[in-house]
T-cell receptor, first 114, second 115 residues
Framework: DAGVTQSPTHLIKTRGQQVTLRCSPK?????VSWYQQALGQGPQFIFQYYEEEERQRGNFPDRFSGHQFPNYSSELNVNALLLGDSALYLCASSLQVFPYNEQFFGPGTRLTVL | ELKVEQNPLFLSMQEGKNYTIYCNYS?????LYWYRQDPGKSLESLFV?????AVKQEGRLMASLDTKARLSTLHITAAVHDLSATYFC???????????????FGKGTHLIIQP
């Protein structure tokens, strides 16, 4: 049973560029959440997708956008990259079964903005 | 704004000793999660605590939840070097009980266990 997968593993971009990160959820999961983890910090919630719609959003600017596809996979797009966007981007998947909200994390994409 | 505070943020201990990591949170949510992260790696789910008084144990780790005090603890018994990692607690903001929501994490406790 494949877990959560993310691509690419590492990415180097320059300021002002745009980036797209991809995530495939764990088999059977229907919800995808994205998190940003700066070095030495806890992950910060960016947004969550369910049924191809953004269900909830954290405190991130509109430069951060996303999409969920019918097969539940998801993309995170970041426009006009800033140096401060350098971080580990984690995708987590879960299943909408109350009360459980156990989120399973992928290996992450390490983004470096120069 | 939901806040999650962990302490200590850094802990160095010797093998064989016991210790406790504390996690305080500001919301009335009664769902709390513990994760482990090894350097350069992703997060591994350790425990899901869903109700007041919940206690879960796996090996040398035991987690508990007191929703009235808004406090969770992660207790380490007879620590071994392999438990060295960063431990995060997280709370979700879903107060309606309707389903999954984004998690709010603490800053993490960096645990080093000396042989």
């Amino acid at each position: 049973d494949a877990g959560v997968t993310q691509s690419p593993t590492h990415l180097i971009k320059t300021r002002g560029q745009q980036v797209t990160l991809r995530c495939s959820p764990k088999s059977g999961h229907d919800t995808v959440s994205w998190y940003q983890q700066a070095l030495g910090q806890g992950p910060q919630f960016i947004f969550q997708y369910y049924e191809e719609e953004e269900r909830q959003r954290g405190n991130f600017p509109d430069r951060f956008s996303g999409h969920q596809f019918p097969n539940y996979s998801s993309e995170l797009n970041v426009n006009a990259l800033l140096l401060g966007d350098s971080a580990l981007y984690l995708c987590a998947s879960s299943l909408q079964v109350f009360p459980y909200n156990e989120q399973f994390f992928g290996p992450g994409t390490r983004l470096t903005v120069l | 704004e939901l806040k999650v505070e962990q302490n200590p943020l850094f802990l160095s201990m010797q093998e064989g000793k016991n210790y406790t990591i504390y996690c305080n949170y500001s919301t009335t949510s009664d769902r709390l999660y513990w994760y482990r992260q090894d350097p350069g790696k992703s997060l591994e789910s350790l425990f899901v605590l869903l109700s007041n008084g919940a206690v879960k144990q796996e090996g040398r780790l035991m987690a508990s939840l007191d929703t009235k005090a808004r406090l969770s603890t992660l207790h380490i018994t007879a620590a071994v070097h392999d438990l060295s990692a960063t431990y995060f607690c997280a709370v979700d903001g879903d107060l309606s009980g309707g389903g999954a929501d984004g998690l709010t994490f603490g800053k993490g406790t960096h645990l080093i266990i000396q042989p």
